[in-house]
């Protein structure tokens, strides 16, 4: 049996991240053997956004330093992990998509190095609208998110998905990956 492939899915805040993640998880069929990582963060179950197992910050800590996550970082104030059961999906041949970090992207290639990076993204008038939108943050705390976007935006990205059209399409793109069906390394 062959490893299966780690998808580690980075992008902006307000790229549609979550919302790709959610479809494609009822786009998928068991014979795609494809499974979407629960990120463990250090933010209330209830915060809105992704599903994910909430843990206190000594939580995290505690399964942190007990060597639980296969891959964690901080970004925004919070802690995100992705648990070691990832480890076992993957030596099964199971393929796992991570939602994951650009910033800690870089460092995969010390504890990841097959990773392969897949970008959501879209225009920046696209993004800021959808973070105004969702109201979790004021003007001001968007204005600094856009600004951080744009000094991660050299992202090195095996894809590139542009989700600013129907979701099913940004979706179909990355399951398309997933399944092995393309390897271009841009869709728009």
């Not at 993640?21 to 795609?32: E, F, K, N």
């Not at 206190?56 to 007990?66: P, Y």
């Not at 076992?88 to 910033?103: F, I």
């Not at 973070?131 to 992202?155: F, H, I, S, T």
Request: proline content about 3%; glycine content about 8%.
């Amino acid at each position: 049996m062959r490893d299966g492939r780690l998808i580690y899915l980075v992008g902006p805040s307000g790229a549609g991240k979550d919302s790709v993640l959610a479809r494609l998880r009822t786009l998928s069929r068991p014979a795609d053997r494809l499974l979407v990582a629960h990120r463990y963060i250090t933010r209330p179950a209830d915060a809105g956004g992704e599903n994910h197992v909430a843990l206190s910050e000594h939580e995290f800590l505690q399964r942190r330093d007990a060597g639980c996550f296969a891959l964690h970082w901080q970004s925004h104030g919070l802690h995100y992990g992705i648990g070691r059961e990832i480890e076992l999906w993957l030596a099964q041949g199971l393929s796992v998509v991570v939602n994951g970090s650009r910033a800690h992207a870089a460092t995969l290639g010390d504890s990841c190095p097959h990773a392969e990076v897949v970008e959501v993204t879209a225009a920046e008038a696209i993004i800021r609208q959808r973070l105004l939108a969702r109201g979790r943050e004021d003007a001001a705390a968007v204005d600094a998110r856009m600004a951080r976007n744009r000094k991660l935006a050299d992202c090195p990205a095996a894809l590139r998905i542009m989700n600013e059209g129907s979701l099913d399409d940004a979706a179909q793109r990355l399951l398309a990956w997933a399944r092995g069906e393309t390897r271009t390394t841009c869709l728009d």
